[in-house]
């Protein structure tokens, strides 16, 4: 039986008892998995273990029409300091939002998207400029996926990983700037 670790993009009902949960895989890659009675069985997908954002270990098949079944799940990190703050859950909600719309079924070899996304949640856990944070995830996301090329003032932001937002310091005008072009850039290819 296939296996794997993924974060939880989303999930949607489906008939009286059954899911289809969205993951991104360790290789980048987007998924849909149904998991058959997932409503009623506690056995299988105890305590939240479907529930977005979490990092997760998945035991699935493939049927022969190409479905992958989800047998079972475990928590691996549930990532709490954002489910004790609700503007860093939202935020969180926006990165897997985003991610979700970025990532596609079939690409696999695409470990930027997951460590992005990864390395995002983490960071929110703990910044204390989270304004930041959502801005380098925003140009980080953009550049990976094409639409951004490495220029003088994106240069330190690409550069960097996530978890070291807080070294980049930017005036409020610099700022403001930046983040209005960038929601700009997000809008314009159905991100934002």
């Given amino acids: 039986m296939p296996s794997g670790r993924f974060i939880i993009l989303g999930k949607r009902a489906s008939g009286e008892s059954d899911l289809v949960i969205d993951v991104l895989s360790k290789q980048g890659e987007k998924l849909s998995l149904w998991a058959n009675n997932a409503l009623k069985s506690r056995k299988r997908f105890a305590g939240g273990a479907l529930d977005p954002l979490n990092f997760v270990e998945l035991h699935f098949t493939q049927s022969q029409k190409g479905y992958l079944n989800l047998k079972e799940s475990r928590i691996l990190y549930g990532f ?108 314009s290819i159905d991100l934002g």
């Fill in 80 to 187: 709490p300091e954002l489910r004790k703050d609700y503007s860093r859950l939202q935020m969180a909600f926006q990165f897997l939002i985003w991610v979700s719309k970025g990532a596609k079924e079939g690409l696999v070899d695409n470990q930027v998207m997951f460590d992005l996304l990864g390395n995002g949640l983490r960071a929110l856990e703990t910044t204390k400029t989270p304004y930041i944070l959502k801005l380098h995830f925003e140009i980080k996301l953009l550049y990976y996926l094409g639409f951004l090329e490495v220029t003088d003032d994106l240069e330190e932001f690409i550069l960097r990983p996530l978890g070291e937002h807080s070294k980049i310091h930017l005036e409020q005008d610099e700022y403001q700037f930046l983040a209005d072009h960038m929601n700009k850039q997000m809008k």
